[in-house]
């Protein structure tokens, strides 16, 4: 025994075995490293697979204008405003980028931070204050949660999409009181699209505010990509849209957008932007120029759509259970953590990248997997993925 396992402070840690068996018996998952680019192929253990987990929905993070753009704002700024953007790190491109996003999502104005993660604990906990209120969909993405922890209001959860069950925990809040109802547009794991029309009565109905996590819906829904506010008609009923560059717009970071006021308060009081450093540039740069490029080239959204509905009529046909998915992330439900990451290897060995979902982030025996569609899979490739689906999933008796 080495000193260090007497320590009640670490003993979690050395008794947390599951990754170690996992390991032991071949089947871990997690932490693949990737020896290449993030396309429709990567290279894993010197070996082509296909790719079908990365968020990069439109293939923009390959996109020879946002390569070029992120490449000059190398040459420009450097690598690192070293500061955060309240003091020395806001630079030109940030701003030239706020004001892009904000037209984007028909927004009077935005401001970009170092994440999306960071991006909703800077608003939720700084816009909920003690006495408030909290209203969350259960399946929400982790970040929500974790700012709504930071905040001082009260949360409270409503069954995933159950708009009844919202509505119960809204009628015995006090009117008077703020009140956040927060939403993912797209669920980032179930792929089901947020009920936003209803969400919006129902928020006006008790004067609740509407805030939505754009992160997986930025250049997937809305006619140019703008997001589920804009797909649905309800930009001016949502008080506060956030988004995020790690996914469509092929770069990291993320932003808020809103009215005015909300905006400045938001950026003077976040913690989680005035505490830490700022957007490099070249990531600033990259984002700007899938925005424009997504605006411009509405080819990439076409073969998107394209793309998730060559597989998701094909995965139902073979029997597979999508979870009622709408969108490019297509769940398959496999049942026990042990399928899930059976799935994982087996399709890894057939030349498919999948990323498994286990429990606790679904509940036991409700594991599955996670498809991600972008535009940059052609049909044979889409077919090849089918192939290995079709064969894994009848060897470990998902489908018949
Ligand atoms: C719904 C949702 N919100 C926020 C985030 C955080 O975004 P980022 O990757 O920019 O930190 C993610 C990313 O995983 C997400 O899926």
Redo the contacts with the bound molecule.
């Keep these: 025994m080495t000193p260090q396992k007497k320590h009640p402070l670490l003993e979690k840690a050395y008794q947390f075995n599951t990754v170690r068996e996992l390991r032991e018996n071949g089947t871990y998952p997690y932490f693949r490293p990737i020896e290449s680019g993030v396309g429709a192929e990567v290279t894993i253990q010197g070996k082509q697979v296909l790719m079908l987990g990365s968020?990069s929905y439109l293939g923009l993070n390959h996109h020879p204008r946002v390569i070029e753009a992120a490449k000059r704002a190398l040459d420009t700024y450097g690598t690192s405003c070293a500061g955060s953007r309240f003091l020395n790190g806001t630079l030109d491109v940030h701003l030239e980028l706020e004001e892009e996003l904000a037209k984007l999502v028909k927004k009077p104005r935005a401001v970009v931070f170092s994440?999306?993660?960071?991006?909703?604990l800077g608003i939720i906990s700084s816009m909920v204050g003690r006495g408030e209120f909290i209203i969350l969909d259960k399946l929400?993405?982790?970040?929500?949660i974790e700012g709504s922890r930071l905040s001082f209001g009260k949360v409270l959860k409503y069954r995933h999409l159950d708009l009844k069950h919202l509505e119960e925990r809204l009628f015995w809040l006090p009117p008077n009181k703020g009140k956040l109802i927060a939403v993912?547009?797209?669920?980032?794991m179930e792929g089901h699209l947020a009920p936003l029309p209803r969400i919006v009565e129902l928020a006006e109905k008790y004067n609740a505010t509407v805030m939505v996590?754009e992160?997986?819906a930025l250049g997937v829904m809305g006619p140019r990509g703008e997001g589920t506010a804009v797909h649905f008609g309800v930009e001016d009923k949502v008080s506060m849209i956030?988004g995020?560059?790690?996914?469509s717009l092929g770069s990291?970071?993320?932003f808020v957008a809103a009215d005015d006021e909300v905006v400045d308060y938001i950026q003077h009081l976040s913690r989680s932007m005035i505490f830490s450093a700022s957007l490099p540039a070249p990531n600033a740069a990259a984002a700007l120029e899938a925005v424009r490029v997504m605006t411009e080239e509405p080819e990439h959204l076409d073969r998107l759509w394209h793309n998730t509905r060559r597989m998701k009529a094909a995965l139902d046909d073979l029997g597979f259970d999508t979870y009622g998915s709408e969108t490019p992330v297509i769940p398959i439900l496999v049942g026990e953590d042990e399928n899930a990451f059976m799935m994982t290897i087996k399709l890894q060995e057939r030349g498919v990248f999948i990323n498994p979902v286990i429990s606790p982030a679904v509940p036991q025996g409700g594991a599955l997997i996670r498809i991600s569609l972008t535009a940059a899979h052609s049909d044979e490739q889409i077919d090849r993925a089918l192939e290995a689906l079709e064969q894994t999933g009848r060897e470990l008796e998902i489908i018949n």
């Design positions: 968020n994440t999306g993660f960071l991006t909703n929400n993405h982790a970040s929500i993912d547009g797209i669920f980032s996590d992160a997986h956030m995020t560059f790690s996914k990291i970071g993320g």
